[in-house]
């Protein structure tokens, strides 16, 4: 096969971008529910034959590693005679599909351009509640898959545009919220849809048998530009290590991630074989999750803006242990997976920066869902109102980190106040960063926020699925630890009580409430080198007090009228004190 030239493999990666991103876009304008219409708790992808990734609109970087084992799945169960255009494949199976948990449905449509069978048009999305003990189907007790909802092996749904009725009857039947779960399947099936066409319409443009040829030659590009990076570091290794709370189940018992990153030459091997065995609760992840995260961590080191496709998964060489947290025994849960993921990540951010030391950043807050469903008093439906949120990511080399945000590989976004109020029992008192929750250092941490809600509807049963409540984000290279995260139940009444990170099913009434306060970054670098002016001005902004200031960092802050000012004087005495 001759090559494509390079002016036409620019244009046809950049169409291949464009198409993810249309899709990305039908996708959410299209969702039922609150968590993909709002949160955006979603990826679209195209796939080649193999099952391999072409290209990606990168919202949620775990995706990476769900979508090839996801094709896996399809293509060990059907032969190529049993593909036809027109169909469309679903699976959310942790084990025989890709799915990072059971919440997480596949849809994988096969393009046809002439009859021939080329790839695929993919998107994963996740479910407001696909069955199981508790609504939302994250049950933090959980001790098999069996107890985290139905599970989907990869199957048709749709055969030559004929939508299966008997596979919507059966999801909708394991739901709570059997509307948004059908609708939104159908709007993912659309998306697909879309992704054809525009795949087809590309192919027409410039020739099928270019369009193929041009797959392995981006993988090519792709790989050259991370190996080449890869090989301007130094040869060496570096290990790294956290932990996540607990398992859900053994509450009192962190459960411990580390790598060792080994670099020669171009070449990465990532040893993930001194991790915790497998947890009895579903703190576990499968190896195609710790691939995507390894993905994730080289995009953050070569380029942002890197094309995603099997080229970056060419590089990723990893060892994993058999019957460890990090590649558990089927049928190991895995539904509260990604405080698992951010710790995992986090190690790894800690081990490359002993190989590349100009990148570093603290640790972030790590991710968190809160849960509330139910039967509605006024419609008698079921609801599930499930939110994901962040806190504040960590110090970067250079910069601040970010405040009220979500970090690393988690990338959905705050559901407004609005649409929540609108749409479910609940009324919202509070929404506010915490002041003084960022990790000090040179470079601050990101300010945690708080988030206290009223319920407003009988038997509402909450739960919650977070980490970093008693291992705070960590501080590196002299910056300290941010704020860790807190959750109390009716606080300053009678009944108050605080409820650890992994926690499921408390009945909750009208007129209770609950707060929840997510973790800071931790800081980089020695808060004493942090000019007094940066400090003044996280003063006036309300991102940290006058007391902190002056303890943590040494510069005094006088109140002059409505402003702040540094008084020099005493900030010169204070920094004089801790350099005798």
């Not at 769900?66 to 469309?88: M, Q, R, S, W």
């Not at 392995?216 to 080449?228: G, M, N, Q, S």
């Not at 800690?350 to 509605?376: F, N």
């Not at 509070?430 to 206290?452: K, M, N, Q, T």
């Amino acid at each position: 096969m001759s090559a494509v030239d390079p002016v036409t493999l620019q244009v046809i990666q950049a169409r291949l971008a464009g198409i993810v991103q249309e899709m990305q876009n039908s996708l959410f304008r299209t969702g039922y529910s609150t968590i993909i219409r709002e949160s955006q708790d979603a990826s679209c992808a195209i796939l080649n034959r193999a099952g391999e990734v072409v290209a990606q609109h990168v919202v949620l970087p775990l995706h990476m590693g769900a979508f090839p084992a996801c094709a896996a799945g399809i293509l060990k169960n059907y032969t190529a005679d049993e593909v036809h255009e027109g169909d469309a494949f679903i699976t959310n199976h942790p084990y025989l599909g890709g799915s990072p948990h059971a919440p997480d449905m596949a849809v994988l449509s096969p393009i046809f351009f002439h009859g021939e069978w080329v790839g695929f048009s993919a998107n994963l999305a996740h479910k407001s509640d696909i069955g199981g003990p508790v609504p939302g189907s994250c049950w933090s007790q959980a001790r098999e898959i069996y107890q985290e909802g139905l599970h989907v092996p990869p199957i048709k749904y749709v055969h030559k545009f004929q939508t299966s009725k008997d596979i919507e009857a059966m999801l909708g039947a394991n739901s709570r919220t059997p509307e948004l779960v059908i609708g939104d399947l159908r709007g993912q099936v659309g998306a697909a849809r879309l992704g054809e066409r525009r795949f087809q319409e590309m192919m027409q443009r410039y020739g099928k048998q270019t369009i193929l040829t041009s797959f392995d030659e981006l993988f090519a590009l792709t790989e050259a530009k991370v190996r080449k990076e890869i090989a301007s570091w130094p040869d060496g290794a570096g290990e790294g290590e956290r932990f996540v709370d607990s398992d859900g189940i053994d509450l009192d018992k962190p459960v411990r991630l580390h790598v060792r990153m080994e670099k020669k030459g171009d070449r990465l091997l990532f040893d993930f074989t001194g991790s915790a065995d497998q947890t009895k609760g579903p703190a576990n992840i499968r190896p195609t999750t710790v691939r995507a995260a390894c993905c994730y961590l080289l995009t953050c080191l070569v380029d942002p803006a890197l094309a995603i496709n099997n080229g970056l998964a060419r590089c990723i060489e990893i060892k994993v242990r058999d019957g460890s947290v990090v590649n558990p025994i089927f049928p190991a849960p895995v539904n509260t997976y990604n405080p698992t993921v951010h710790a995992l990540v986090e190690s790894l951010l800690e081990a490359s920066s002993q190989i590349t030391p100009h990148k570093k950043v603290g640790d972030g807050c790590s991710s968190r869902s809160i849960i509330i469903g139910g039967r509605s008093n006024k419609t008698g439906k079921g609801y599930v109102q499930y939110e994901i949120f962040g806190g504040g990511s960590g110090g970067r080399s250079g910069k601040d980190g970010v405040s009220g945000t979500n970090v690393n590989q988690s990338n959905a976004k705050i559901a407004p106040i609005e649409i929540i109020e609108s749409e479910f029992a609940t009324r919202v008192n509070r929404f506010e960063l915490i002041a003084d929750s960022g990790g000090p250092g040179a470079f601050r941490g990101g300010l945690g926020f708080v988030r206290e809600y009223v319920v407003l509807d009988n038997d509402a049963r909450f739960s919650l699925r977070s980490t970093k409540h008693t291992v705070a984000p960590k501080g590196i290279d002299g910056g300290s630890d941010g704020k860790t995260g807190h959750c109390v139940l009716n606080p300053g009444k009678s009944g108050e009580r605080v409820i650890p990170s992994r926690f499921s099913d408390h009945v909750m009434h009208p007129g209770e409430v609950f707060s929840l306060e997510t973790p800071g970054g931790g800081g980089l670098g020695n808060p004493l080198t942090r000019e007094p002016e940066r400090v003044l001005n996280d003063v006036r902004n309300g991102y940290v007090t006058q007391k902190r200031a002056r303890e943590v960092y040494r510069v005094a802050i006088d109140s002059v009228e409505s402003d702040y000012t540094i008084n020099q004087t005493e900030t010169g005495q204070l920094r004089a004190q801790i350099k005798s």
